[in-house]
């Protein structure tokens, strides 16, 4: 089993950061991508960012620009640095990581709104 621990949610207004972190741990072996994504109220969950296990960052059309993905592997963490945040950036962000499995955390709100 894989444990994930995300941290850094809140409230913000437009335009302000925030900084989402991921650690994992467990029976941990080998990671190979790390994550984030989205829900919003009524949508389906979408892909923000991911990076692969070599360092390749796939980011979504909507956070190009503002946000930036980054892992530790020395800490099993990956974090998501958020700026220039919008109101249509308001969702639970959710940390999944894969082995040879998926995992997924349980979710931090993020609300942006003035």
């Known amino acids: 089993q894989v444990q994930l621990v995300e941290s850094g949610g809140g409230l913000v207004q437009p335009g302000e950061s925030l900084r989402l972190s991921c650690a994992a741990s467990g029976n941990i072996f080998s990671l190979n991508s790390m994550g984030w994504y989205r829900q919003a109220p009524g949508k389906q969950r979408e892909s923000v960012a991911t990076?692969?296990?070599?360092?390749?960052?796939t980011y979504a059309t909507s956070v190009k620009g503002r946000f930036t993905l980054s892992r530790d592997n020395a800490k099993n963490t990956v974090y998501l640095q958020m700026n220039s945040l919008k109101p249509e950036d308001t969702a639970v962000y959710y940390c999944?990581?894969?082995?040879?499995?998926?995992?997924w955390g349980k979710g931090t709100l993020v609300t942006v709104s003035s």
């Open positions: 990076i692969t296990g070599d360092g390749k960052t």
């Open positions: 999944k990581v894969t082995t040879n499995m998926a995992y």
